[in-house]
């Protein structure tokens, strides 16, 4: 089990940087795997993290996303709105273009992104949908597909 949880700790380090593998996998962890023995969900503490996909990158779930929130210096994986966005994330809404205040200029579409209040808050977790330069951009446009939603 040990060198299973050191496995995922390196592709969450490649994924999202040094420190996210054992920011994510820390404390009681379980890992839920398909028919095949391959791993699929990945809990810690009870909450689901992340999920591993068959693609060989991580989904994150809320508590993966708060996790992440606390090892990962800002602006690393984060997209900024403000007041006027937060109830439909929270609701599980998708972002658009329009209501990014700001965001880490490594983002390229397909990226799990942490979705924050300008207060620092998370609200949710997604997967971006536009780069960086493009939600900064644009003005029309889905910029993070919503996946999960952190209740107020």
């Known amino acids: 089990m040990?060198?299973?949880?050191?496995?995922?700790?390196?592709?969450?380090?490649?994924?999202?940087?040094?420190?996210?593998?054992?920011?994510l996998f820390e404390g009681d962890v379980v890992v839920q795997r398909t028919?095949?023995?391959?791993?699929?969900?990945?809990?810690a503490d009870g909450e689901r993290v992340v999920s591993y996909g068959t693609d060989?990158?991580?989904?994150?779930g809320v508590a993966g996303g708060l996790r992440l929130?606390?090892?990962?210096?800002?602006?690393?994986y984060r997209v900024v709105v403000g007041d006027?966005?937060?109830p439909f994330v929270r609701e599980e809404r998708n972002v658009f273009a329009k209501f990014v205040q700001r965001v880490d200029p490594?983002?390229?579409?397909?990226?799990?992104?942490?979705?924050e209040h300008d207060r620092g808050d998370l609200l949710a977790?997604?997967?971006?949908?536009?780069?960086a330069d493009?939600?900064?951009?644009?003005?029309?446009?889905?910029?993070?597909?919503?996946r999960d939603g952190r209740p107020a």
């Open 35 to 43: 028919g095949s023995g391959r791993p699929q969900q990945i809990l």
């Open 69 to 76: 929130q606390r090892a990962l210096e800002a602006p690393a």
């Open 125 to 131: 977790v997604g997967r971006a949908e536009l780069s």
């Open 106 to 115: 490594q983002i390229r579409p397909g990226d799990e992104v942490l979705v």
């Open 84 to 86: 006027d966005s937060e």
């Open 2 to 23: 040990a060198s299973d949880i050191d496995a995922l700790r390196t592709v969450a380090d490649y994924q999202f940087g040094a420190g996210a593998g054992a920011a």
């Open 56 to 60: 060989g990158r991580f989904t994150l």
């Open 134 to 146: 493009a939600m900064a951009d644009f003005g029309t446009g889905m910029a993070i597909k919503i």
